[in-house]
């Protein structure tokens, strides 16, 4: 291996104090391996495996048709975000068979971003119906796709029936950019949240 590539893109600067546990959620085909591939700085952890006829009774591909693979167990992915901050991203399944694998994936983590999609905004109430189960915060980015419709916020909000607090950002899984100001303002959002007796959590 390149000497300069396992200092600069596998080991964390020596400078980094903080490491924080992210869960990237979504329903089925919202974009989340996409998403947490555009940001990492490693070669990302995939467990993507090819959609089988089986699998057309139980998923559903309406809108999606040119969907060939699907998330069976998570994705990984690192950002370091700062000189002394990096973020660990897990990437969760969105199939409701799934949801069990998924809870015990909140363990440990300080927050989620949902990925949200305007032609499907009905199926992120199950995502956000758990995490406010398990007491997670979380911020919602609308993740565009070609052809969807676009909305104004004030919709989306009262659509997916959030809280005043609550981050809603857009975003383009497939752009870097976009994706690391979505991350930024559920990292902001957490940190807004912090009382002093965590801070050293």
């Known amino acids: 291996m390149d000497s300069a590539l396992a200092s600069d893109d596998v080991y964390l600067r020596e400078s980094v104090r903080t490491a924080v546990k992210l869960l990237v959620v979504g329903h089925f085909a919202v974009g989340k391996t996409t998403f947490v591939g555009s940001l990492s700085e490693i070669k990302p952890l ?33 950002l370091t975000l700062s000189e002394s901050l990096v973020l660990y991203l897990f990437g ?3 199939q409701q068979r799934f949801t069990r694998l998924w809870q015990d994936m909140t363990r440990g983590a300080l927050g989620a971003l949902v990925l949200a999609d305007t032609r499907r905004l009905e199926q992120s109430f199950g995502v956000m119906g758990l995490l406010e189960e398990h007491g997670l915060p979380y911020a919602v980015a609308v993740n565009h796709f070609d052809g969807a419709p676009v909305f104004p916020e004030a919709e989306i909000r009262e ?18 950019a976009t994706s690391v100001q979505a991350l930024i303002a559920l990292v902001q959002y957490l940190l807004s949240r912090t009382t002093p007796h965590q801070e050293n959590v």
């Open 46 to 78: 995939r467990t993507e495996e090819t959609m089988t006829q089986a699998g057309a009774f139980v998923d559903d591909l309406a809108g999606i048709k040119d969907k060939t693979t699907t998330t069976v167990a998570m994705d990984f992915g690192r």
């Open 92 to 94: 969760a399944p969105g």
């Open 159 to 176: 659509a997916l029936d959030l809280l005043p607090e609550t981050p809603l950002v857009s975003c383009d899984a497939r752009d870097r």
